[in-house]
């Protein structure tokens, strides 16, 4: 990261490797991505978020203090231009490519690219850079690796499909950072080698004969009334109903994820 001094601006590089000038203090933050929405309130930064989506339910006062400006995969792009950005923050798996280059071509975006624990710890670690907030990001980065760190290293993992649509049947496989976070939780996926989200069927779930099948509560809101049908599957799994965003989010929200992971091994 380097600085221009001419026009205060900050040059960086993003974590899909593209160049990005920004302000140096960002004043009008617009965020595409609900963990990075609730990850700025945490910094402290909510009175600079002048954008958030549809999706961006956390903090709860977020959409209310913020113009909602679409979705995640469909931006409303006269209301952000009304907004005079000067940062976007964005996802590459949650946000889609043509609305991002047409957004980048008048603002500054910073994409964040996160398959893995470390590069979530990345991300925090750089948007703090990027938002004056480093010392405040670099504790909270600190505190959620400590958690983390505190996991058992369980040899004896335990085998799980996690399911994250119906109709068709979706799971989240290897290369995910579902699928990272699962192995933390002391769990293995026994869909990993079949890419990142791959359609599957009722045949290929009950040959593969999890122990346990995860419903995940987003982004398909799977519900009690779904069980049955995956019982009627795999009759001698356990099946369970489990909270998506300790799953899925990667920003502030990993520090509520080590107790709810312990909480689901000793149940199991």
């Given amino acids: 990261m380097s600085y221009d001094s001419h026009q205060c601006l900050v040059r960086t590089v993003d974590q899909m490797g593209r160049h990005v000038m920004a302000p140096v203090l960002p004043q009008r933050i617009v965020s595409l991505v609900p963990s990075q929405t609730e990850l700025l309130f945490d910094l402290g930064l909510g009175e600079r978020v002048v954008g958030v989506t549809k999706f961006c339910i956390h903090p709860a006062e977020a959409r209310q203090r913020a113009t909602v400006i679409g979705g995640t995969k469909q931006f409303d792009f006269e209301k952000i231009a009304t907004l005079q950005p000067d940062l976007i923050i964005g996802n590459k798996e949650e946000n889609y490519q043509q609305g991002i280059v047409r957004l980048a071509a008048d603002f500054p975006v910073w994409m964040s690219d996160i398959s893995t624990f470390p590069k979530a710890l990345e991300m925090l670690r750089s948007v703090g850079q990027l938002t004056k907030t480093t010392e405040r990001a670099r504790q909270l980065a600190e505190d959620i690796a400590t958690s983390f760190a505190a996991l058992p290293v369980d040899a004896g993992l335990e085998r799980v499909a996690y399911f994250i649509w119906r109709k068709p049947y979706m799971v989240a496989g290897g290369g995910t950072f579902i699928n990272d976070m699962l192995a933390r939780a002391g769990f293995a996926n026994v869909f990993a ?76």
């Fill in 193 to 268: 080698h079949l890419g990142r989200y791959p359609e599957i069927t009722a045949d290929q779930l009950a040959q593969a004969a999890p122990e346990h099948i995860f419903l995940s509560s987003e982004p398909y809101p799977f519900a009690r009334k779904h069980v049955a049908e995956f019982q009627q599957i795999c009759p001698a799994a356990t099946i369970e109903i489990v909270d998506g965003e300790l799953f899925s989010w990667y920003g502030s929200r990993l520090l509520k994820s080590v107790a709810y992971f312990r909480q689901l091994r000793s149940a199991s």
